[in-house]
């Protein structure tokens, strides 16, 4: 195998990603207009936290997906197929369905506990959890992502054999069209799959997918621009590498323009739905492609803060909820501003939740494989 140096900016962007994702299950707390659904809804709220969970709510989980593709390939090549299979199946599979099963009633009885709802624990698990209430958390994720690598694994023995075993790839820079293209595709996409629902809306498929319908073209979309922004040799020293201050002020503008569109409110027509989705998808690139161009300019290196957060985002993701929602529920009528609840609450689960991927899932053995 070639020795392709790490890109540590990649690694570092994502892990901010997952910070991120802590960031907006705090502000849906105190958001105005919260789904009813959630776990646990403060009194105390603002319009702010609407516009930042807006904002978060875009690229987070694109840059997750675009990221894992970008060293998939890579993986792929090392490993082989069988032994490919056999680390996502570890990493991804078996947490998916221990989080499933195990953790994600957890997180959705906080809707109980926070409401009042008088009902025991092991009775919500035997029986509204599999009913009315089910949904897989943060978890749903890791499915997602499992199935897309097995697809990827499919590709990489047959259809896509040439592009994919190839070690060194072709170092290409893109053109205006390709990011055209892709946009169009993804918004097209999204109203394909889902026409009568939108971006927001989550639905269950067979209790064995959890997702948003209206984002699947999202989750494909940017886990196939991983594999060919890896492929064309993007990010490297004579690749694709993009400049911070237009994608930045690219990223501002749309995520300006999508925020002004969803807080107008203009319907759920076909029309209304295919212009945000488009203004999404546009926002969803640039900041994507910000991202990757902040952090390699200003965050690349392997520092130990941002090596510690890199090495235990998986663990943070995985354990934010358990820790997120109930300490969202003691701070139910704390007698302080909301920006205080909403800043106590992103901290303390940040660190709660780093302590206890680096102290327990990092060193238990069984655990210490997955994470």
């Not at 958390?137 to 047959?158: D, I, K, M, N």
């Not at 990011?179 to 209790?207: H, K, M, Y």
């Not at 993007?234 to 590498?241: A, L, Q």
């Amino acid at each position: 195998m070639s020795g392709r140096p790490r890109l540590h900016y990649l690694d570092n962007l994502r892990a901010f990603a997952i910070i991120l994702v802590i960031v907006l299950h705090a502000a849906i707390t105190y958001m105005a207009d919260p789904p009813s659904w959630w776990y646990v809804i403060d009194a105390d709220r603002s319009v702010v936290f609407t516009w930042l969970v807006l904002l978060a709510d875009v690229p987070i989980m694109q840059v997750l997906f675009f990221v894992a593709g970008y060293f998939a390939v890579r993986s792929l090549q090392r490993r082989g197929p069988q032994g490919f299979i056999r680390e996502k199946v570890v990493r991804l599979a078996i947490p998916w369905v221990l989080g499933v099963v195990f953790l994600a009633p957890l997180a959705t009885y906080m809707a109980y506990v926070s409401r009042g709802v008088p009902m025991g624990y092991l009775q919500f698990w035997t029986s509204d959890f599999w009913g009315p209430m089910f949904q897989q958390s943060v978890y749903w994720f890791l499915g997602v992502l499992f199935v897309a690598f097995l697809v990827l694994v499919y590709a990489y023995l047959y259809p896509a054999r040439a592009a994919l075993q190839v070690e060194t790839p072709r170092v290409e820079q893109p053109r205006l069209r390709v990011f055209v293209w892709f946009i169009a595709l993804t918004a097209g996409g999204s109203l394909l799959f889902a026409p009568n629902l939108g971006l927001d809306d989550w639905r269950s498929l067979s209790f064995l997918f959890v997702l948003q319908p209206a984002r699947i073209a999202f989750y494909v979309g940017y886990f196939m621009l991983g594999i060919y922004a890896e492929r064309r040799g993007w990010f490297t020293e004579t690749g694709f590498r993009p400049r911070l201050e237009p994608w930045g002020a690219g990223c501002v503008l749309a995520g300006l323009a999508y925020v002004a569109y969803r807080m107008a409110g203009p319907g759920v027509t076909l029309p209304a739905q295919a212009v945000e989705a488009v203004l999404f998808s546009i926002f969803c690139l640039a900041a994507v492609i910000a991202g990757v161009a902040l952090f390699r300019r200003w965050i690349g290196g392997a520092g130990l803060a941002w090596r510690t957060l890199a090495a235990n985002s998986f663990g943070i993701y995985y354990v934010h909820p358990l820790i997120l929602y109930p300490l969202a529920y003691l701070l139910l009528g704390f007698p302080v501003p909301a920006l205080v609840k909403f800043s106590i609450l992103v901290i303390a689960t940040l660190f709660g939740s780093l302590a206890v991927s680096a102290l327990l899932l990092k060193r238990t053995p069984g655990l210490r494989r997955m994470f």
